[in-house]
């Protein structure tokens, strides 16, 4: 059973920066293909950018030219670097690898 717990929201002004984590235990990690999504309230949840087993990657047009998701297979971690963030990035994010989720870690954007 794969389980996967994030780390590393918080609360940063506009034009800030975040790194998220996903360490993901119980499967093979390198086989592994991961999904980051967000849900802000009263949205439905939205894909934000997924990684596969072989590092190739891809991004919501939102967030295309801010955020970086990457791979450390030896620390079996996921994670995502979001840069120049904007208010509209508030929300919880969830690491994805089909059918499981993590329980979320909460970004908040504002000064």
């Known amino acids: 059973q794969v389980q996967l717990v994030e780390s590393g929201g918080g609360l940063v002004q506009p034009g800030g920066s975040l790194r998220l984590s996903c360490v993901i235990t119980g499967g093979t990690f390198r086989l592994l293909g991961v999904d980051w999504y967000r849900q802000a309230p009263g949205k439905v949840r939205e894909f934000v950018a997924m990684?596969?087993?072989?590092?190739?990657?891809g991004y919501a047009d939102s967030v295309k030219g801010r955020f970086t998701i990457s791979r450390d297979n030896a620390k079996k971690t996921v994670y995502l670097q979001m840069n120049k963030l904007k208010p509209e990035d508030t929300a919880v994010y969830y690491c994805?690898?089909?059918?499981?989720w993590g329980p979320g870690t909460q970004v908040t954007v504002s000064s």
């Open positions: 990684i596969s087993s072989g590092n190739r990657t």
């Open positions: 994805y690898n089909g059918p499981n």
